[in-house]
């Protein structure tokens, strides 16, 4: 290995020259910045927003196919697809002719439509459950998932992996802190211990998760077929069948939420891999970027459940929102389901994804770098680790956060998109070779850059 230099330049050197470089090249952007903190909290309308390793956020003025354009007229291949809603492309006809023709004749009435017996139909054939309710987002989905599991089984207790996602589920926000279970860091205005009602385990840990269901008082274990919001960790072989037994043998009740890895397949992580949930939940893409999700049952649980509320009695169940199952959120899940997701688009997202994922690890061979990466259909992640984690505890000990933000700033000045968080990229129908062509080139220049650093 050639020595460096005394004075080479180190990642901080690195992540500011890219920094000045975005800050000239983005001038409406940073001025809108600036005028957006006067109004909006935090600067922008949601926090999340300003999650961006730039200086400031970049400011979109639109979205087609797979690309997007900002305030400064920079075009971006965009692999981050909102982080999901999108991932089946920007300004979809189909969904946007379904939207247009329904507020034209209604957003929303507190009553069905006809079509919704339709969507009730689509979803049953393409992710074998047979009953099924609507909600605003998959955070509320799953609280009616964890508040049904709770009144069917007369049980206190959840179950979630380290490291999980499930949306704003207060439930889910519990974490290990040196093997012991803890709130998440920052929580906000939490007044109840959650830890009282939320055991959290290791992702993988079989071990783990059969002694937390061992008291016998766990309503449900909520999980993510793939983990995705700590980083991408896949389950090892046998989990999933290992995890059915174990809570059907606990009396305890299995909630998939596949918000993230329908990028799996057209029937999601679920049909994919013969998965059996009692409670199946999905988000974001449903509806093709309108705030919608859906949650569905087996026939046997719904039996259940209507015994359960017939024990409640009447009254306010504290499931539902007025938005939920909203005309204008049914017709873009119709569209979505009918003409968007279909089993052509996913051959397409599927062949890209395995474009990207070759071009990478031909990278990482390339540069020696330790690295890897690992995916769930269409959605890739690039891992600064190898080989990849197994649970959340030694993902985040690998997460090394200057070089990720360096990473992603680098991408955004070379016209490239990703998830703010970690490195997670999802590939689209409409996203074109070039264009995983150019995330791979970018990648490598990257990489690039850091051997000629210094420490």
Same mark, same amino acid.
């Given at each position: ?12 050197? %690195? ?29 922008? &309308? ?10 400031? &956020? ?26 999901? &809603? ?70 206190? *207790? ?191 997202? %599927? ?5 990207? *994922?070759?071009?990478?690890?031909? *990278? ?24 990849? &984690? ?8 690998? %997460? ?56």
């Amino acid at each position: 290995m050639t020595p460096k230099p005394a004075n080479a330049p180190i990642l901080a050197d %690195l992540i500011q020259d890219e920094a000045r470089r975005f800050v000239a090249e983005h001038p409406r952007s940073c001025a809108l910045s600036r005028q957006s903190a006067d109004v909006w909290r935090g600067g922008a &309308p949601m926090h999340w927003m300003t999650d961006w390793a730039s200086p400031c &956020p970049i400011f979109a003025a639109q979205g087609v196919g797979a690309q997007v354009t900002d305030v400064d007229g920079k075009l971006y291949d965009d692999f981050c697809l909102a982080d999901t &809603p999108a991932m089946f492309g920007h300004g979809q006809e189909a969904v946007a002719r379904a939207i247009a023709d329904q507020a034209r004749r209604g957003a929303g009435f507190m009553l069905p439509t006809a079509g919704a017996v339709l969507v009730g139909r689509l979803l049953a054939e393409r992710f074998g459950v047979p009953l099924w309710q609507t909600a605003t987002t998959a955070s509320d989905a799953n609280r009616a998932a964890i508040r049904w599991a709770r009144a069917v089984t007369g049980r206190p *207790v959840i179950v979630v992996f380290d490291g999980c996602y499930h949306g704003m589920v207060e439930d889910a926000f519990v974490v290990l802190k040196d093997g012991e279970a803890a709130m998440k860091p920052g929580l906000v205005g939490q007044v109840h211990d959650l830890t009282a009602t939320t055991r959290v385990v290791p992702f993988n840990d079989l071990a783990a998760l059969e002694a937390a269901l061992a008291p016998g008082d766990v309503a449900a274990v909520l999980a993510e077929p793939v983990m995705t919001n700590c980083g991408m960790i896949l389950p090892d072989e046998g989990f999933h069948q290992a995890l059915r037994a174990l809570t059907r043998a606990a009396g305890t009740l299995l909630v998939i939420d596949e918000t993230h890895t329908i990028s799996t397949g057209p029937g999601g992580y679920t049909r994919a891999h013969g998965l059996e949930p009692d409670i199946f939940v999905l988000g974001k893409a449903i509806a093709g970027g309108v705030p919608a999700a859906v949650w569905g049952v087996t026939a046997a649980l719904s039996e259940r459940m209507d015994r359960a509320a017939a024990r409640i009695g009447p009254g306010q169940s504290g499931v539902g929102t007025t938005l939920s199952g909203n005309a204008l959120a049914l017709a873009a899940m119709r569209a979505m389901l009918s003409e968007v997701m279909t089993d052509q688009a996913y051959e397409r997202m %599927l062949a890209g994804a395995g474009r990207l *994922v070759a071009g990478l690890r031909a *990278v990482i061979a390339a540069r020696a770098a330790p690295w890897s990466v690992v995916h769930v259909g269409a959605r890739v992640e690039l891992v600064l680790a190898d080989p990849p &984690p197994r649970n959340a505890a030694e993902m985040r000990a690998a %997460l090394d956060e200057d070089r990720l933000r360096a990473l992603h700033l680098w991408l955004i000045n070379r016209g490239v998109l990703i998830a703010p968080f970690h490195n997670m990229m999802l590939v689209s129908p409409v996203t074109e070779d070039a264009a995983i062509d150019r995330l791979v080139a970018a990648v490598d220049g990257f990489a690039g850059a850091l051997e000629g650093l210094g420490t």
